[in-house]
């Protein structure tokens, strides 16, 4: 069993940056895949990246592209996000999540196994 826990959320203005965290418990960590998903009121949840066990792969959903980074440091049994020129729009509860069965991680939520609690991120305009 794994736990995640996610932390670094808050409330900013357009344009701001701010860093998730995600800090998994037990000693497999650097063999899963981990993703990033949100979602917002009334909308289902979306991709937002994904990184390899090694960190030399990830994905992002093109909505972020070019905005967030996802990294991932096994030593500490932590995934990150950092997500910078922020907009109304990334206004979410943002998961992270872990893949045991896809070491390169993937873009659909059903391939993950745990789930973090969630953080919120609000961006006002």
């Known amino acids: 069993q794994v736990q995640l826990v996610e932390s670094g959320g808050g409330l900013v203005q357009a344009g701001a940056s701010l860093r998730l965290s995600c800090t998994a418990s037990?000693?497999?960590?650097?063999?899963?895949?981990m993703g990033w998903f949100r979602q917002a009121p009334g909308k289902e949840r979306e991709f937002v990246a994904a990184i390899s066990w090694s960190g030399d792969t990830t994905y992002y959903a093109d909505s972020v592209k070019g905005r967030f980074t996802i990294s991932r440091d096994n030593a500490k049994n932590t995934v990150y996000l950092q997500m910078n020129s922020l907009k109304p729009e990334d206004t979410a509860v943002y998961y992270c999540a872990a893949d045991a069965s896809n070491i390169f991680g993937s873009r659909y939520y059903h391939s993950y196994d745990y789930w973090g609690q969630g953080t919120q991120v609000t961006v006002s305009s």
């Open positions: 037990g000693r497999t960590f650097s063999r899963y895949g």
